[in-house]
């Protein structure tokens, strides 16, 4: 089974940058789109980027259009969510989940997910 870890989570002050990967093991993320999800206190789980498995498409969350940026790297089976000028809304943890097909932001679509990395933007 399909198994993803993410990391790069950390505190930040507002303003800042953060990395975060999602990498897998056993299987190769070749043929699995990937979406980025999070969960902040108190509220439900949203959609915040997606890539599909060759990385041609991509979709993100209005909340983060132009400040975060997904991308892959197939040959070292990670796709990372590259954030910048965090905001303390975007606060959460964040998750990465899997599918063969191209979900989008649908959660219930994904059929693999990470364990999530927390996220805490504040000063």
């Known amino acids: 089974q399909l198994q993803l870890v993410e990391s790069g989570g950390g505190l930040v002050q507002p303003g800042g940058s953060l990395r975060l990967s999602c990498a897998a093991s056993?299987?190769?993320?070749?043929?699995?789109?990937i979406g980025w999800f999070r969960q902040a206190p108190g509220k439900e789980r949203e959609g915040v980027s997606c890539?599909?498995?060759?990385?041609?498409?991509?979709n993100y969350a209005d909340s983060v259009k132009g400040r975060f940026t997904i991308s892959r790297d197939n040959a070292k089976n990670t796709v990372y969510l590259q954030m910048n000028s965090l905001k303390p809304e975007d606060t959460a943890v964040y998750y990465c989940a899997a599918d063969m097909s191209y979900p989008g932001l649908r959660e219930e679509r994904y059929d693999y997910w990470g364990q999530g990395t927390q996220v805490t933007v504040s000063s």
């Open positions: 056993a299987f190769a993320l070749d043929y699995y789109a």
């Open positions: 890539i599909s498995s060759g990385g041609g498409r991509t």
